[in-house]
């Protein structure tokens, strides 16, 4: 089955600095990366995905770039802020199936 | 509109009684899924409901997990004989059919003392 591996596990930044969180994963038949975020005491919510035919997708202060050779993604937040301070997730699989999950970063933003 | 729901949010029970943990999803959307979350871990894929085919039920990690998906909408997820391993907080994701998007509910926290 997939394994997904996730680091770092922990990761303050100052905030307006950039933070990036980077997961790998080992099957190569997955097809789909989502990344969530989870807030204290509510479920993740998903801020960005990407396709495996996709190398690089962007959404305003968020991007992942996806290395389908070296079967890694990361995560990427520029200009962080106060309100990014929470714990994020990356996934697998392949489209339309059950997700697998890293374990976790969860990042603190100082203002 | 509403999103997916789940019921209790926090459940404390004994050990060896039983818990029904119940999920809510969208509205139409035929796929879900229920995770466990343990203590500073990542999300562990419990079972998939999708559509009317057989469940996947490959994640449940003993056979005191199951559960059920009635008339295509609600599931419930239940322990029974619980341990205190069980602790953790329980989500549930629904989607849309084969879609990529799984939209979580808030999670039951159970404990078990």
């Known amino acids: 089955g997939e394994n997904v591996e996730q680091h770092p596990s922990t990761l303050s930044v100052q905030e307006g600095d950039s933070a990036v969180i980077k997961c790998t994963y080992s099957?190569?038949?997955?097809?789909?990366f989502p990344w969530y975020k989870q807030e204290l005491g509510k479920g993740p919510q998903l801020i960005i995905d990407?396709?495996?035919?996709?190398g690089e997708k962007k959404d305003q202060r968020i991007a992942v770039t996806l290395n389908k050779t070296a079967k890694h993604f990361s995560l990427h937040i520029t200009e962080t802020q106060p309100e990014d301070s929470a714990v994020y997730f990356c996934?697998?699989?392949?489209?339309?199936?059950?997700?697998?999950f890293g374990t976790g970063t969860s990042l603190t933003v100082i203002p | 509109g509403a999103g997916v729901s789940q019921s209790p949010s926090n459940k404390v029970t004994e050990k060896g009684k039983d818990v029904e943990l119940r999920c809510d999803p969208i509205?139409?959307?035929?796929?879900l899924y229920w995770y466990r979350q343990s203590l500073g871990q990542g999300l562990e894929f419990l079972i998939y409901?999708?559509?009317?085919?057989?469940?996947?039920k490959s994640g449940l990690p003993s056979d005191r997990f199951s559960a059920e998906r009635t008339g295509g909408s609600v599931s419930t997820l239940t322990i029974q004989r619980t341990q205190q391993e069980d602790s953790a907080v329980y989500l549930c994701?629904?989607?849309?059919?084969?879609?990529?998007?799984?939209?979580f509910g808030p999670g039951t926290r159970l404990t078990v003392l």
């Open positions: 509205s139409g959307h035929t796929a």
């Open positions: 099957d190569s038949a997955s097809n789909y």
């Open positions: 409901f999708q559509g009317n085919s057989a469940p996947d």
């Open positions: 996934a697998a699989s392949k489209i339309g199936n059950q997700f697998y």
């Open positions: 990407i396709r495996s035919n996709v």
């Open positions: 994701a629904s989607s849309l059919l084969r879609a990529n998007e799984q939209f």
